[in-house]
């Protein structure tokens, strides 16, 4: 059952990717996070009120850090959502377990022990193997002027990791996820109130703000699909269904956008989501209990 969850908050996730891609023309990455919150505020409160949940917290600076990464991910993530093909965009989110890797070699090599470098060696190949399905993937885009679409997608998944890394302490500490991702939304409605004092306000009469409503409603349900698959199912089977999202964006923007990815592109898109895998199985050893996802 665990393994239906994660495929439909994969599924909502990329459903929630073309809400965005029909709102950005009319509303900056900012204020798309700012409605993104405040819809997710309602819910969380709603269903923190349903199961009696405290939004009291006595880590309040482990929270601001988690969210100051990870609004400006969610802001990267849905500019490269704006600017390039929905798969491209998403594989490029999806970088963030190898990130999260890429940290765990680093703290590796530091520590100088021939013997734990040696142990690391695959995950390292993994690294390297998704980065280079990276580069296959954004090389198609840079006759059209992409690349720095693609930089900041890039950058988003690095900040992702970061935050994940900041939710798997803040569930050591005792938080629970409802707090966490109330914290989160009220982060979000900050960080996009901001931009949109200094960007201004956008139109939001306009019929194209209707998006904005199923996309945080999706985003909600999505986060609430993929905390039940990890609760109910086995970590490993988990996080490596979560990469069918790729798949999902990618049929998304052929069949509603038009989209054309190249071989090239595919074939480093196959190249990202072996390598996130098995990076993802490889990390979880060196990091067992990695938290789930929250986008």
Known sequence: MHAIWMVAASFLFASMGVCVKYASPYFSAL??????????????????????????????????????????????????IAHLPLATATTLNYTSG??????????????????????????????????????????????????????????????????????????????????????????????????????????????????LLPMGILAALAQLCMTRAFNQGATMVVVNLQYSGIIFAALYGLVLFGDHIPLTGWIGMALIIVSAIAATMLRDRALPGAPAEDH
Not at 46 to 51: G, I
Not at 98 to 108: P, Q
Not at 154 to 170: D, E, K, R, T
């Open 31 to 80: 204020e798309i996070v700012f409605y993104r919150g405040v819809i997710g505020v309602f819910i969380m409160l709603a269903l923190a009120r349903s199961r009696g949940v405290s939004l009291r917290t006595s880590v309040p600076m482990m929270h601001v850090w988690r969210n100051v990464v990870g609004v400006a991910a969610l802001a990267g993530s849905f500019y490269a």
């Open 98 to 211: 190898v990130w999260i890797a890429a940290f765990v070699v680093g703290g590796t090599l530091a520590t100088g022990k021939l013997t734990e470098i040696r142990r690391q060696g695959p995950l390292v190949l993994a690294v390297l193997s998704t980065f280079a399905g990276v580069l296959m993937l954004l090389r198609p885009t840079l006759d059209q002027g992409q690349i720095l679409a693609g930089l900041i997608g890039l950058m988003s998944g690095l900040l992702a990791g970061l935050a994940y890394m900041q939710v798997a302490a803040l569930g050591r500490a005792g938080e629970s996820e409802t707090r966490t991702v109330f914290y989160f939304s009220i982060a979000s409605v900050i960080g996009g109130a901001a931009g949109i004092v200094v960007e201004g306000p956008s139109e939001l009469a306009r019929i194209e703000g209707l998006w």
